[in-house]
C-alpha cells in the first residue's frame, strides 16, 4: 500500500531524531542507510504502521529486552538502554492499541523490569492476570514479566509452548542480544557474551514469525536481535563475529536503542490519532527508576540515570521534540 505524502514527511523527521549518528559512534548511519534502502521508507514509521495494522484491543505483544552487561564481571547487571525503551514503548502501545504489553527479559533483571513497568504508569501482576485485563467490558493497564529458557536445547519446545499460551500478534526486541550463525553473543567490541546468560529469544522469534506474528527488532550496533535483515552489511564493516543471523519483519537503526524505541511510540502515537501520548511515560523517570534497580550507563559503567551516555536533559529535550513533531504533524501547520 502506497504511503501518504503527509506520513512519509512525518517519518522522515522522526528518523532524523532518533536515527542520526549523534553519539558519534560511526556504524550507525552506514547501518541505517542499508536498511533504508531495503525498506524504501523511513524505518520508524515502516514499523509503526505495521504494528498499528496488526494490533487491536486484547491482543498480545512481547518486548525482549535486557542486555547483558560487564558479563565478565558478574551476573544480573544490564543497561539502561533497553528496558527504558521498551517500558515505554509498552506503555504507549497499550494506551493506544488497547494491547496487553508484557516485558520478556532474563530472570536476573527481573527487579529492573518492575521498576521500569512500574513507572512507565502500567500495572504489574502475573501472567493470567495480565492476560485477563482486556477480556470482559472493564479493562485495565496490565503488564506482566515474562522468563525464556536461556538452553538452546529447550528452546524449541519452550518457544512452542509460550507461543500455544499467548498466541502474539508482534514481538519487538528492544537492544536484545542477536545470536549469529554459530549461535554466539558478541558485545559491539566483539567480546564473546556469555550464552548462559541470554535467554534464548531468536528461536521465539523465529518461531513466532513462521506462525504469522509480526516482528521487529531495534538495535543501535549490529549486534543486536533483528540485524540479520542486515549481515552482509554488518560482515563488510569487519564486525563478522557479532553478526546476528536471525532476520525480522521490520527493523529499526537508531542512534541508541532506546531512542528508537521512543521514536518508534511517537509515531504509533501519530498513527492513532493521540497526540498528547509521547509525553505521557516519563522517559527521565523510567530511567532514574532503572538505575535504582542497579542498571548502568552502558557507556560508562556507572550506575548513572543516562542512556548510553547521554543526560537526562538531552532525553528531556528528545521527548519534548518527538512530541512536538506529532502534535504539530497532527494539526498541520497553522500560522496566525
Not at 538452546?152 to 519452550?158: G, V
Not at 541508541?256 to 505521557?280: E, V
Request: overall charge negative; some cysteine; proline content about 5%.
Amino acid at each position: 500500500m502506497e504511503i501518504p505524502a503527509e506520513q512519509l514527511a512525518f517519518g522522515d523527521v522522526i528518523d532524523g531524531l532518533v536515527c542520526h549518528d549523534f553519539t558519534a559512534r560511526g556504524v550507525v548511519a552506514p547501518l541505517y542507510d542499508v536498511q533504508r534502502e531495503r525498506v524504501g521508507a523511513p524505518l520508524i514509521l515502516h514499523a509503526a504502521r505495521l504494528l498499528t495494522e496488526r494490533i487491536g484491543r486484547g491482543d498480545r505483544v512481547v518486548l525482549a529486552t535486557g542486555w547483558p552487561s560487564r558479563s565478565w564481571l558478574m551476573q544480573g547487571l544490564t543497561e539502561t538502554d533497553g528496558p527504558v525503551g521498551a517500558a515505554y514503548l509498552a506503555r504507549v502501545l497499550e494506551q493506544a492499541t488497547g494491547c496487553v504489553p508484557l516485558l520478556l527479559m532474563d530472570r536476573r533483571l527481573h527487579a529492573v523490569g518492575a521498576a521500569v513497568l512500574r513507572r512507565a504508569g502500567l500495572i504489574l501482576a502475573d501472567l493470567p492476570t495480565a492476560l485477563r485485563s482486556k477480556e470482559g467490558r472493564h479493562t485495565a493497564a496490565v503488564s506482566a514479566l515474562l522468563d525464556f529458557t536461556t538452553d538452546w536445547e529447550a528452546a524449541d519446545e519452550e518457544a512452542e509452548s509460550l507461543l500455544e499460551t499467548l498466541q502474539p500478534a508482534a514481538l519487538i526486541a528492544v537492544e536484545f542480544p542477536g545470536a549469529s550463525r554459530a549461535r554466539e553473543f558478541h558485545n559491539t567490541t566483539g567480546r564473546l557474551v556469555p550464552s548462559e546468560l541470554v535467554p534464548k529469544v531468536d528461536t521465539l522469534f523465529t518461531r513466532a514469525r513462521e506462525r504469522g506474528a509480526l516482528t521487529v527488532g531495534i538495535g543501535d550496533g549490529g549486534n543486536e536481535l533483528g540485524m540479520g535483515n542486515i549481515r552482509c552489511a554488518i560482515e563488510r564493516m569487519a564486525q563478522a563475529p557479532a553478526a546476528p543471523a536471525t532476520e525480522v519483519d521490520a527493523l529499526i537503526v537508531a542512534c541508541i536503542s532506546n531512542w528508537g524505541a521512543f521514536g518508534l511510540g511517537a509515531t504509533i502515537a501519530y498513527l492513532c490519532q493521540q497526540p498528547d501520548l509521547p509525553r505521557t511515560p516519563d522517559i527521565c523517570a523510567i530511567t532514574a527508576a532503572a538505575t535504582e534497580q542497579g542498571a548502568i550507563d552502558g557507556l560508562s559503567a556507572y550506575v548513572d540515570p543516562r542512556n548510553d551516555g547521554t543526560s537526562q536533559a538531552t532525553n528531556a529535550a528528545l521527548q519534548e521534540l518527538l512530541a512536538a513533531t506529532v502534535r504539530m504533524h497532527h494539526a498541520g501547520w497553522i500560522k496566525g
